[in-house]
């Protein structure tokens, strides 16, 4: 792999507050810093522009709710071409985390997260978007 030099340049305050961030990140250095910004940005375009993409999905609930397994099962086989895995985690005696790996178009995805969204009685539902690392070098 090669390494190429490029020089930018910032205000002196943004570059003290990244360079700030970067210690208290313990990142070794701006380079590593800046490059795992780029795939970060890089990763987002992936969603925004169709890619096929990777994910989890995080949600908690109440088990106790009425028919809300019954419904997240449902939903969940209707969307079965999309989802890798599933992890399902009892928090406590009422309450339970469900870990969702996904991989498909960001639409599909959206759609699968919409339907989810409609459960009542969930507490809480978010995404961590990811990527199959096949546009990434």
């Known amino acids: 792999m090669s390494v190429v030099r ?6 002196q305050k943004l570059v003290e507050k990244f360079d ?16 795992d910004l780029i795939r970060n940005a890089l990763v987002e375009f992936e969603w925004r522009t169709g890619h096929e993409v990777a994910g989890a999905i ?12 019954t419904k997240l099962i449902a939903i969940q086989h209707n969307y079965h071409e999309i989802i890798l895995s599933t992890q399902h985690i009892h928090l406590d005696h009422d309450n ?35 990527t199959t690392g096949k546009t990434l070098p």
């Open 58 to 69: 995080v949600i908690v609930y109440d088990h106790h709710k009425r028919n809300i397994v």
């Open 96 to 130: 339970c985390l469900e870990i969702i790996a996904v991989r498909g178009k960001p639409l599909g995805l959206d759609n699968f997260i919409k339907e989810l969204k409609s459960i009542k009685g969930l507490k809480h539902l978010s995404l961590a978007i990811g």
């Open 6 to 11: 490029f020089s930018v340049s910032l205000e």
């Open 20 to 35: 700030r961030m970067i210690q208290q990140s313990h990142l070794p250095n701006r380079s590593k810093a800046i490059a």
